[in-house]
């Protein structure tokens, strides 16, 4: 069965770089979510597209901006990176009430 | 807002003995759901057992099973015969129900540290 897909798994950035971060939700899906894990944290939501349009927002920084395309893949594009910025991101995205989770992407800053 | 509290940071346990991880949270919803997320080692974030507020029974996965108490706001999952391949952070997560913006978001707790000892 078809999984959700993200990319790159691993992504190494200098301080003040920009980074995107892809995700392909499972087919039919139709609302894809961001978390962020920071080491040894629980996941933190940071934001979610239904149908495209933007449906909620968490704790994203103003550095950080998300968009849904038509074919529902998600980029998340992470702007003047810092050392905090350095965790997992994952996407997931939901049919009812299952989110299920890509693999996720190491982003770390140095 | 929602919160999610897991008071066990570590936990341990012998292989093919049960193990109780406890999960309490808060909210003023009617309708949500609960669920156990489990990461390996390889960091992935597995679905182990979901359970609907509205459902009376206690959902069971094989070897897991959950302990819904829903006046109490307690849901914690319960392990039998443990494997070696049980350990791993185990995070109990919440949901709202549909209706609102926030469906579908999920709220997690800090997380449990499970180690199965041979």
């Known amino acids: 069965a078809a999984g959700v897909i993200q990319s790159p798994r691993h992504l190494i950035k200098e301080k003040r770089e920009t980074a995107t971060l892809k995700c392909y939700p499972i087919p039919r899906h139709d609302t894809v979510y961001w978390y962020q894990q920071g080491p040894g944290q629980d996941p933190q939501f940071l934001i979610s597209?239904?149908?495209?349009?933007?449906?909620d927002k968490g704790s994203i920084p103003d550095r950080f901006s998300a968009q849904q395309f038509s074919d529902y893949h998600s980029e998340l594009n992470m702007s003047s990176l810092e050392l905090g910025d350095s965790a997992l991101y994952f996407c997931?995205?939901?049919?009812?009430?299952?989110?299920?989770f890509g693999q996720g992407t190491r982003l770390t800053v140095v | 807002a929602q919160t999610v509290t897991q008071s066990q940071p570590e936990m341990s346990v012998q292989e093919a003995e049960t193990v109780t991880l406890s999960c309490t949270y808060d909210?003023?919803?009617?309708?949500?759901?609960l669920f156990w997320y489990k990461q390996p080692p390889s960091r992935q974030m597995i679905l182990v057992i979901r359970q609907e507020a509205y459902k009376q029974q206690n959902a069971t996965e094989n070897r897991f099973s959950v302990n819904f108490q829903k006046a109490a706001k307690s849901f914690s999952l319960k392990i039998s015969d443990s494997q070696l391949g049980d350990t791993a952070m185990y995070f109990c997560?919440?949901?709202?129900?549909?209706?609102?913006?926030?469906?579908?978001?999920?709220?997690f707790g800090q997380g449990t540290i499970l180690t199965v000892h041979p």
């Open positions: 597209f239904y149908e495209k349009m933007q449906s």
């Open positions: 997931a995205s939901r049919r009812e009430t299952e989110a299920f």
């Open positions: 909210t003023s919803e009617n309708n949500y759901y």
């Open positions: 997560a919440f949901m709202r129900g549909a209706g609102g913006t926030s469906y579908g978001k999920l709220t």
